[in-house]
């Protein structure tokens, strides 16, 4: 007979603020080391990102949008303005520091922004699903934040890593508004964070899927008196803030979402072209999967790199298996308390929401196979929780806690011999003669 979640035993005492501000700082540390190991301009897009944000500082006024180029602003001027809006506040008030180090400071001010408010939010997020078991709690929230992927969106000048913020944010709220009385103030707060996530990143849109779940367990359950009205606010809020992007967008360009022109056509058509549907879906799920977790070419090829898609790829079969076990015996299992199981269909409708995006996005609009995996991580905290829950079937809790612990102390090693390797190999391969805080030359 399998065991118990429910009455497990778990290591004794719990994690306290020693242990949370050591993660917090390794964390911390790791991004900021990223931040200044990678030449500036060397990570995904950061040029057309920081075109983007020197234009909104210089001119004070959104770019004039071309699907051929991206304009005036760049190609990265598809984006709604809100995040590089910030960031051209931060490029302007360092009008006097060199160019190196205003761009600096733009990675550091993100990695602030990502790296710390992700952490506590992370944090809140585990210890409200958890709440019995602080352990699972902080192994759950270090390997959200060591995760390759997530240094990475935390480490530059991108709006990926605060589309994940503010997703997960919004999950945090989402849990809050199924489980607790209704209440004005956090409706607010769930109407804000949608709408600032309408304004950093179109995918980012997916905010809204965890805040619908809560209000369709409302509307199934005893539906607290307020709770069509904290709806009515939260929906006003989050249009009120965001919604003129999208009305300018018709009335400039005609659409409600702009973006630049693709150069090689959809996945689609280059499927009715080639007649070969099932290799492009292969290569669909085979690059999704391998960008989820961390940036390709990080890892040297060869051993590290299998052994942690393997470690990644044994973690989720096993948490499959273990959902599969769950639900078909409950009786065995234990009922899940309410907030972890809320907790995971919010997680799983993230998951789907994120892949549906990103599919349709690669299959109609643009092939994109290289790192389509890069948008899951909005849902990072959310997988998580759902590998750590079908785990917590199979095993006991103290066991739970040493796999998943391990696991995080494995992203520590990923991340460190991944420094190692863009430091020793890919620096001087791309950017040969660089030094630390310098553009790459030429």
């Not at 958890?130 to 709690?137: G, V």
């Not at 904290?230 to 979402?257: E, Q």
């Not at 390797?421 to 040969?432: D, K």
């Amino acid at each position: 007979m399998m065991t118990d979640p429910q009455t497990a035993i778990e290591p004794s005492g719990a994690p306290g603020p020693v242990a949370w501000t050591a993660l917090g700082a390794l964390f911390l540390a790791l991004v900021v080391g990223f931040s200044i190991i990678q030449p500036l301009g060397r990570t995904p897009d950061e040029v057309a990102h920081v075109q983007y944000v020197r234009f909104l500082a210089e001119n004070h006024r959104l770019p004039v949008f071309a699907p051929a180029g991206g304009g005036e602003g760049g190609y990265q001027a598809q984006h709604p303005p809100l995040y590089y809006a910030v960031m051209a506040l931060a490029y302007e008030a360092t009008e006097g520091l060199e160019e190196r180090w205003r761009w600096h400071i733009l990675r550091w001010l993100t990695a602030l922004l990502v790296g710390g408010g992700g952490f506590l939010v992370c944090r809140a997020i585990f210890l409200r699903i958890w709440p019995d078991a602080r352990w699972i709690a902080l192994t759950g929230t270090a390997a959200t934040m060591l995760m390759p992927l997530t240094i990475l969106y935390a480490c530059h000048v991108n709006p990926d890593g605060p589309a994940f913020l503010v997703v997960t944010i919004a999950l945090y709220l989402s849990l809050l508004t199924a489980r607790n009385a209704p209440s004005v103030s956090r409706a607010i707060l769930l109407g804000l964070t949608i709408g600032a996530a309408s304004l950093i990143k179109i995918s980012a849109l997916i905010a809204v899927v965890p805040a619908v779940i809560a209000w369709a367990y409302l509307a199934r359950g005893d539906r607290p008196r307020g709770w069509l009205r904290d709806v009515g606010i939260t929906v006003g809020v989050a249009l009120a803030m965001g919604v003129w992007w999208y009305v300018r967008n018709i009335i400039y360009y005609g659409s409600p979402f702009i973006h630049t022109t693709a150069p090689y056509g959809s996945a689609l058509e280059n499927a009715l072209a080639s007649g070969n549907f099932g290799f492009l879906a292969w290569l669909t799920i085979k690059n999704t999967f391998l960008s989820t977790w961390i940036q390709r070419g990080w890892l040297p090829g060869g051993p590290a790199e299998w052994a942690f898609y393997g470690v990644i790829g044994v973690l989720l079969l096993a948490a499959v298996v273990g959902w599969i076990l769950r639900s078909r015996d409950a009786e065995e299992h234990g009922e899940m308390p309410a907030t972890r199981r809320q907790g995971a269909m919010m997680a799983a409708a993230l998951i789907a929401a994120v892949l549906l995006g990103q599919q349709s996005a690669f299959w109609l609009s643009d092939v994109e196979f290289n790192a389509g995996g890069r948008y899951v991580l909005m849902a990072m905290a959310g997988m998580l929780h759902l590998m750590i829950t079908g785990w917590s079937t199979l095993v006991t809790r103290r066991t739970l806690v040493i796999i998943f612990a391990c696991f995080a102390a494995a992203l520590v090693v990923v991340d460190l011999l991944s420094a190692w390797h863009i430091v020793s190999v890919l620096n001087p391969r791309h950017a040969a003669g660089w030094q630390l805080f310098h553009f790459p030359p030429g």
